[in-house]
C-alpha cells in the first residue's frame, strides 16, 4: 500500500504530465481526496465545499428520521399488516379455503392427536381439544417460563412440551411439523386481542426488545424504528412499509411460497438492514418479539395470515 | 398425500353459478433451482388438474413450472344435479391425488 504522503510527493515531483498521469492511473482509488486537495488552493477550497455539501445532505437526510426520537404510534392509528395488502391477498386471509395456511392448520391439527416420543403422548392427550384449550394461548406469547428464567415463544414452548412431556426429540425450528403445530394453535386464537403479560419478571427482557427496536445497528446504521415507526407511511422497493405489528403468525408469505414464523420475517428485516443476524431461537428475537406482541397489544390475532 | 382443501357448496339451485375453490399442498419445485452445492435440483410438479361433475369433465388445466407451490384452482360451474365432483391432480414422480365433494341440488 502506498502512503498518501508518498503520492504527495510523487505528484508535486513529477517531472511531466504523463507521470501524473501514471499516478492517478495507478493509486488514484485508495487516495482519492488527497492529490485533489494537493493540487491547487482553489481546488481544495472546492473539495471542502463538496465534502461539507454531502455532510448538508447526509444531516437533512437523518435530520427528517432522528431530529426527535422515534414516537410510539397513537393506538388508534395502529394499522395491520392485513390493511396495507391489496383486495386479492385480502380475499385470501379472509377465505380459510382459499389461504394455503390452512394446509398447515389442517397438518398440525394431525399432528396435536398423534402420540409421540417415550412417553407415547400425543398433545391432546395432556390439553385435550384444542378448539377449548389453546384459545387465547398465541396471544399470549412470547411468555414468561419459570425454568428457563426467561420469555420463550410459542415455538419454544411447543419444543419444551416435546422434550420433557412426550420425552420425543425437539421439532427443528421452522421445519413444517413445528410450523404446522404453531399454526394449529395459533388459529384458536384468531379475532382474540394480543395480550402478552408484562410484569416485573418480563419486563427486562421486554425493554431488551425495546432497546433492540431503537438502536441503530449494522452496515446501514437502521433502527427498526426508523421505518416502522417514522415511515410506515411511505414505500420501500414499490412495496409498504408498514408498521410491523405481528398480529398474523405464524403465517403464509406469497414470497417465502411457505408458512414462516416471526423469527424468519425478523431475520428477513435484519439481513436487509445488513446486521450480523441473530440464529433462530436467539434470546435477542425472542426480546425483540416480545416488544412487538406488547406494542401490537389489544389488535386482534389474525394467525394464520396471509401476506404478499 | 398431499393435504388438499375443496370448497363446493353443499346445496345449490338447479340453475345456479356455483364457484368452486380447490387448494393442494405441493412443492410445484421449478427445475431451473440449484442446491448449495451447485447441483439441481430435478423438477417435481403437478402437471394436471382435471375436475369432473357426475363423471362429465367440466373443468381442466394444465400446470407449468411457473405455478407457484400449493396451487390454488378456483372455477364456476352451473349446478345441474345432486351428485360428486371429483377432482385429480397428476404430476411429476407418479404424483397422483383424487378428492371427492358432493352437492345437493333442488
Known amino acids: ?308 | 398425500m398431499a393435504r388438499t382443501l375443496i370448497n363446493v357448496p353443499p346445496k345449490a339451485k338447479k340453475g345456479e353459478v356455483i364457484a368452486i375453490k380447490t387448494l393442494i399442498s405441493h412443492e410445484m419445485e421449478t427445475g431451473y433451482r440449484h442446491d448449495n452445492v451447485g447441483k439441481a435440483i430435478p423438477r417435481d410438479i403437478i402437471t394436471q388438474f382435471v375436475c369432473t361433475y357426475n363423471g362429465l369433465e367440466i373443468f381442466r388445466a394444465d400446470l407449468f413450472p411457473a405455478i407457484a407451490a400449493n396451487p390454488f384452482i378456483s372455477f364456476f360451474t352451473i349446478a345441474t344435479a345432486s351428485g360428486a365432483f371429483e377432482f385429480k391432480w397428476t404430476g411429476d414422480n407418479g404424483f397422483s391425488q383424487t378428492e371427492t365433494a358432493n352437492i345437493t341440488v333442488e
Not at chain 1, 31 to 52: N, V
Not at chain 1, 151 to 164: F, G, H, K, S, Y
Request: glycine letters at 6%.
Open chain 1, 1 to 308: 500500500m502506498i502512503s498518501r504522503d508518498f503520492i504527495g510527493l510523487m505528484l508535486r515531483s513529477s517531472p511531466c504530465p504523463q507521470g501524473e498521469v501514471s499516478v492517478s492511473k495507478h493509486v488514484a482509488a485508495p487516495s482519492f481526496e488527497t492529490p485533489a486537495l494537493r493540487r491547487a488552493p482553489q481546488d481544495e477550497d472546492g473539495a471542502a465545499r463538496s465534502i461539507l455539501l454531502i455532510c448538508a445532505l447526509i444531516g437533512a437526510l437523518a435530520s427528517t428520521t432522528t431530529v426527535l426520537p422515534a414516537a410510539e404510534i397513537p393506538p388508534n392509528e395502529r394499522k395491520s399488516g392485513y390493511d396495507f395488502m391489496g383486495p386479492e391477498s385480502r380475499a385470501m386471509q379472509d377465505d380459510d379455503t382459499a389461504n394455503p395456511a390452512s394446509l398447515w392448520v389442517l397438518d398440525g391439527e394431525a399432528l396435536w392427536k398423534r402420540k409421540a416420543g417415550a412417553a407415547n403422548k400425543s398433545c391432546a392427550d395432556c390439553h385435550g381439544e384444542a378448539s377449548e384449550t389453546m384459545k387465547g394461548v398465541a396471544a399470549r406469547y412470547p411468555a414468561f417460563n419459570a425454568t428457563r428464567g426467561r420469555p420463550v415463544n410459542l415455538d419454544q414452548q411447543i419444543n419444551m412440551c416435546r422434550a420433557e412431556r412426550q420425552q420425543a426429540t425437539p421439532l427443528p425450528l421452522e421445519g413444517k411439523e413445528l410450523l404446522a403445530l404453531n399454526a394449529y394453535v395459533a388459529r384458536q386464537s384468531r379475532g382474540m386481542p394480543i395480550n402478552a403479560t408484562i410484569d416485573e419478571r418480563t419486563r427486562p427482557f421486554l425493554e431488551a426488545g425495546r432497546t433492540m427496536f431503537y438502536r441503530r445497528q449494522g452496515q446501514l446504521n437502521f433502527a427498526c424504528a426508523q421505518c416502522h415507526d417514522d415511515n410506515w407511511k411511505e414505500k420501500l422497493a414499490g412495496s409498504p412499509i408498514t408498521q410491523a405489528h405481528p398480529t398474523g403468525y405464524p403465517l403464509y408469505r406469497l414470497e417465502w411460497q411457505n408458512v414462516g414464523s416471526l423469527q424468519r420475517r425478523l431475520r428477513n428485516c435484519i439481513t436487509g438492514m445488513r446486521v450480523d443476524n441473530y440464529p433462530l431461537g436467539a434470546n435477542e428475537l425472542v426480546d425483540l418479539e416480545l416488544f412487538l406482541m406488547w406494542r401490537a397489544r389489544g389488535m386482534p390475532m389474525e394467525a394464520p395470515a396471509v401476506r404478499p
